[in-house]
């Protein structure tokens, strides 16, 4: 009777462990999946941008401040597409970090709970709606309202796209900054309020420090979603590749000259088509560099605090 007790406690730990590998596996291969797909993506950007630089020297694709690849004599000079880039995400960060953040100390700090409960499902309905339809929204909207107060700001303009654009990315900073700052314990609140703080010294000067790092994170989050964004700029900045950061300018940004020749502007296989990718691989050089800077400033942060 002992040996058949001891022999069904064996049979199940086994068991238990076969599971317990099976499930790791699972999850492992789970975890790998974002890897490869990383991995791919670099590959397809590294090899094709090869072909492309082997027709247009790398230091002119840097330095050219013309981008006229649909001309019988293309060039190929970043510099246009990286300053519309730039422009819009800009318009958009100025509007959408001072925005998000008082939303988010709002929700943390001074709203109800049932006011909590109404306004953070249309935040994030706001996140939830096509970029398109933000797109024709400034096109048809803002363009029109900012006409209206500068008569000689053109129809298509960098101002008009990141604005809108700014509005698109408000939903995703103030929700994980809120998030962050509810984070914070209750402890450092009741500390404040025990040496005399008022509720909006307590946000800004205690709970809004010690969520610094959830909050810069919503920040990076909002700086990558900008520099990324393609069917707002596509719609309402316009397609001209323009060297200026003069927002009342029409430009085109880098993800919206790829949606262009996805469109069958070029030929496949052309060094025009293969622009695309070298483009591709700026944006996303571009991206990881907002990223790494991002986790620089978080870890100092968060050893300060």
Request: proline fraction near 6%; hydrophobic fraction near 50%; charged fraction near 10%.
């Amino acid at each position: 009777m002992e040996v058949t007790t001891v022999s069904d406690r064996l049979s199940r730990k086994v068991v238990r462990n076969i599971k317990e590998r099976a499930i790791e596996a699972v999850m492992f291969a789970a975890a790998s999946i974002s890897v490869l797909t990383t991995l791919g993506i670099i590959w397809v950007l590294v090899s094709e941008s090869y072909h492309f630089f082997e027709h247009v020297p790398i230091w002119t694709f840097l330095t050219d401040t013309m981008w006229t690849p649909l001309f019988s004599e293309p060039r190929y000079g970043i510099l246009p597409l990286l300053m519309g880039t730039l422009t819009t995400s800009l318009v958009a960060l100025s509007v959408a970090i001072p925005l998000g953040t008082i939303i988010a100390i709002y929700l943390s700090e001074f709203a109800s709970p049932r006011v909590r409960e109404v306004v953070k499902p249309f935040l994030e309905l706001l996140g939830g709606v096509p970029t398109i339809v933000y797109g024709y929204f400034a096109l048809t909207v803002v363009s029109p309202v900012l006409q209206y107060f500068f008569p000689s700001l053109p129809g298509f303009s960098m101002l008009a796209a990141g604005l809108v654009m700014g509005v698109a990315i408000v939903p995703y900073i103030s929700s994980l900054s809120e998030d962050a700052m509810r984070a914070v314990p209750m402890s450092l609140r009741e500390g404040a309020y025990a040496m005399g703080s008022t509720r909006f010294q307590t946000a800004v000067r205690v709970v809004l420090p010690a969520a610094i790092s959830g909050v810069l994170s919503a920040y990076i989050l909002g700086i990558s979603r900008a520099v990324g964004e393609t069917m707002i700029v596509a719609v309402a900045a316009g397609m001209q590749p323009n060297f200026t950061m003069n927002p009342a300018e029409p430009a085109q940004t880098i993800s919206a000259y790829i949606v262009q020749v996805a469109m069958g502007d070029l030929p496949h296989g052309s060094v025009g088509y293969q622009s695309i990718f070298a483009a591709g691989l700026s944006l996303m050089l571009m991206t990881l560099f907002f990223n790494i800077l991002g986790h620089v400033i978080r870890r100092r942060y968060r050893e300060a605090y």
